[in-house]
């Protein structure tokens, strides 16, 4: 059995999250992308992301 992991992505410029995302979806990681420091803490106070790479 395979423990599913949360990954924030975080980048001003959306083709960087966009290609990250598809990159790690085709691992099976479960992905969110948002595009500044706001959205990302709020986000991050939400869904309690595993990893976050900004």
């Known amino acids: 059995m395979s ?3 949360k990954i924030l ?5 959306e083709d960087i999250t966009n290609l990250t995302e ?3 979806q085709l691992e099976n990681y479960d992905t969110i992308t948002c595009n500044n420091g706001f959205d990302a803490l709020s986000i991050m106070e939400e869904k309690h992301e595993d990893i976050a790479l900004v």
């Open 9 to 13: 992505i975080v980048d001003d410029e």
């Open 3 to 5: 423990v599913e992991k």
């Open 22 to 24: 598809k990159f790690l």
